[in-house]
């Protein structure tokens, strides 16, 4: 069988002729193409099936490794620090601060605030009511009240008790003067006893629950407890000197009233003396 196929003459670029064989020129048909297709198909079902196998035993691998070293590395160096810790605790259990010792200071702590609290207790809680009638009745219920809110008050109840000052024509104006110098003085030092009686049932229950925690405490909370103390203590002297300088204030007020009253003699003094010279000149 003979091949009619016979050549075909195509044109160059530049225009000149060629003859090229139809054969070169073969196009694949639709049985190349489905081939293909089914090559490139079954390479991504092997290569879809073969990655997740491969990423899976990676991860394992990893997680492996791990595992091993949590284990091996870091678990050896917990269970020798997990040793130390039990060792010092059994040092401190037994050398430092041993049970029975700490058990016996809280025992004696315990004992200490059941003899002496409730005394003490009844020693700044003691009424020293003495007054009779109404009004200094009133008088000293607002001064044992143990509170700064009833200054208004206790200002109210000392004009009633120890009445006002005398109006202008009633008394000399140096008169009128030292009257309400006097009662500026016994004002203030009343109104701070009632502040410095709220700030020492404040410091009580300080010093009581220190008390309740000393009871309770363990070994090197001492440090702790003694800044508390300290703190306490300087408030402590905090109020203690504000009622010494109340009481300096009421004694500085106490020596200038004897001095007022010592220039008022010496004037009346010297008044006299005029009259009686003034009387001999006469005659």
């Known amino acids: 069988m003979t091949d009619n196929t016979q050549p075909e003459i195509g044109l160059l670029l530049n225009g000149e002729p060629y003859t090229c064989d139809p054969r070169c020129d073969r196009r694949p048909g639709a049985s190349d193409r489905w081939k293909r297709r089914l090559l490139v198909?079954?390479?991504?079902?092997?290569?879809?099936?073969?990655?997740?196998?491969?990423?899976?035993?990676?991860?394992?691998?990893?997680?492996?490794?791990?595992?091993?070293?949590?284990?091996?590395?870091?678990?050896?160096?917990?269970?020798s620090i997990n040793q130390v810790a039990q060792q010092v605790q059994k040092l401190y259990q037994t050398t430092v601060a041993p049970l029975?010792?700490?058990?016996?200071?809280?025992?004696?702590?315990?004992?200490?605030?059941?003899?002496?609290?409730?005394?003490?207790?009844?020693?700044?809680?003691?009424?020293?009511?003495?007054?009779v009638t109404p009004g200094p009745q009133q008088f000293e219920s607002i001064l044992?009240?143990?509170?700064?809110?009833?200054?208004?008050?206790?200002?109210?109840?000392?004009?009633?008790?120890?009445g006002s000052i005398p109006q202008v024509n009633a008394a000399s104006p140096l008169d009128r003067v030292m009257m309400d110098v006097d009662d500026a003085l016994g004002q203030e030092n009343l109104k701070t006893t009632l502040i410095a009686d709220q700030g020492a049932d404040v410091i009580?229950?300080?010093?009581?629950?220190?008390?309740?925690?000393?009871?309770?405490?363990?070994?090197?909370?001492?440090?702790?407890?003694?800044?508390?103390?300290?703190?306490?203590?300087?408030r402590c002297q905090a109020f203690m000197q504000k009622m010494l300088a109340a009481e300096l204030r009421q004694e500085a007020g106490r020596i200038a009233h004897d001095?007022?009253?010592?220039?008022?003699?010496?004037?009346a003094t010297g008044g006299i003396n005029n009259l009686i010279t003034g009387a001999l000149t006469a005659r």
């Open 41 to 79: 198909s079954v390479l991504m079902i092997e290569t879809c099936v073969a990655l997740p196998k491969l990423a899976h035993g990676q991860f394992l691998s990893v997680f492996d490794s791990i595992f091993s070293s949590i284990q091996n590395d870091i678990g050896s160096s917990l269970r």
């Open 259 to 267: 001095n007022v009253l010592v220039k008022r003699r010496s004037t």
């Open 204 to 234: 009580l229950q300080t010093a009581s629950q220190m008390e309740n925690q000393v009871a309770v405490s363990t070994p090197g909370s001492n440090p702790f407890l003694t800044a508390q103390a300290q703190i306490a203590n300087l």
């Open 144 to 162: 044992h009240s143990r509170l700064a809110t009833q200054i208004p008050a206790l200002q109210t109840s000392f004009t009633a008790n120890f």
């Open 100 to 131: 029975a010792a700490v058990n016996q200071a809280r025992g004696f702590v315990a004992s200490s605030i059941n003899a002496y609290r409730g005394q003490m207790s009844q020693v700044f809680n003691t009424p020293f009511t003495s007054a």
